[in-house]
């Protein structure tokens, strides 16, 4: 095992014994931060989530949200605000959170965090970005 995987392990561990049911994410990207995680990007349909760490790049693979083809449906911001909040207020879980991205049009999001932000990208190019606030560990 890399120091890289070691220390993102150890970074998620951490995140899930101090994070709150509802309005955990903050927490999750604070744990993340401070193990040296720059940023990461989770690519949607496949389930795919690379991370930059200052350790070296990481890829962690979930069970895929489609397999052959699928149309992507159009870039919907409502309905990914509905999901973000939905997600933020703890009535779902993290594949629901996924699916309901993919269900808005969402193919991949990025999540910076030194600036605290996550931006969501549709196919023809759309986004949207959501600021998240700075929280204590």
Do not use: H, K
């Not at 990207?29 to 940023?39: F, M, N």
């Amino acid at each position: 095992m890399t120091t890289a995987i070691s220390n993102l392990q150890s970074a998620l561990e951490r995140a899930a014994a101090v994070r709150p049911e509802v309005g955990g994410f903050p927490y999750l990207a604070e744990s993340l931060r401070q193990a040296g995680v720059l940023c990461c990007a989770m690519a949607v349909p496949s389930n795919a989530m690379l991370y930059r760490t200052d350790a070296g790049p990481i890829a962690v693979q979930g069970e895929p949200l489609i397999t052959g083809m699928a149309d992507v449906a159009p870039f919907d911001r409502q309905a990914l605000v509905g999901a973000l909040r939905a997600d933020q207020a703890g009535e779902t879980t993290f594949p629901e959170f996924l699916q309901g991205c993919w269900q808005a049009g969402v193919v991949r999001y990025d999540v910076d965090l030194g600036a605290r932000t996550c931006t969501y990208y549709g196919a023809d190019g759309d986004s949207y970005t959501e600021s998240y606030p700075s929280v204590e560990i």
